[in-house]
Nanobody, 124 residues
Framework: QVQLVESGGGLVQAGGSLRLSCAAS????????MGWFRQATGKEREFVAF????????YYADSVRGRFTISRDSATNTVYLQMNSLKPEDTAVYYC?????????????????WGQGTQVTVSS
């Protein structure tokens, strides 16, 4: 089993920054991916970014590329999402996810483990 606990959400003005954290426990992730997804009110959950645990390969949604950075700390099994130049349209509940597969995916249903989510609100 895998447990994921997010933190770091909050209210920020447009143009500001936030850093989300996701603490993972329960098993190792040597052949896995960790990702961030988000879900705005009334919309479907969408992919934001993922990182391959071994090697650190990253991939981003077009809407956040160049503004968000995903990273991981292997020593503490923690994944981060640094969000800069935030926009009101970034407002959503952000979820950390884990996929126990060497092949990455941007489809939410392909990820087997999820955190409880953390709210990010960007005011204009």
């Amino acid at each position: 089993q895998v447990q994921l606990v997010e933190s770091g959400g909050g209210l920020v003005q447009a143009g500001g920054s936030l850093r989300l954290s996701c603490a993972a426990s329960g098993r190792t992730f040597s052949r896995s991916h960790m990702g961030w997804f988000r879900q705005a009110t009334g919309k479907e959950r969408e992919f934001v970014a993922f990182i391959r645990w071994s090697g650190g390969i990253t991939y981003y949604a077009d809407s956040v590329r160049g503004r968000f950075t995903i990273s991981r700390d292997s020593a503490t099994n923690t994944v981060y999402l640094q969000m800069n130049s935030l926009k009101p349209e970034d407002t959503a509940v952000y979820y950390c996810a884990a996929r126990d597969n060497i092949i990455p995916s941007t489809t939410p249903r392909a990820w087997g483990y999820w955190g409880q989510g953390t709210q990010v609100t960007v005011s204009s």
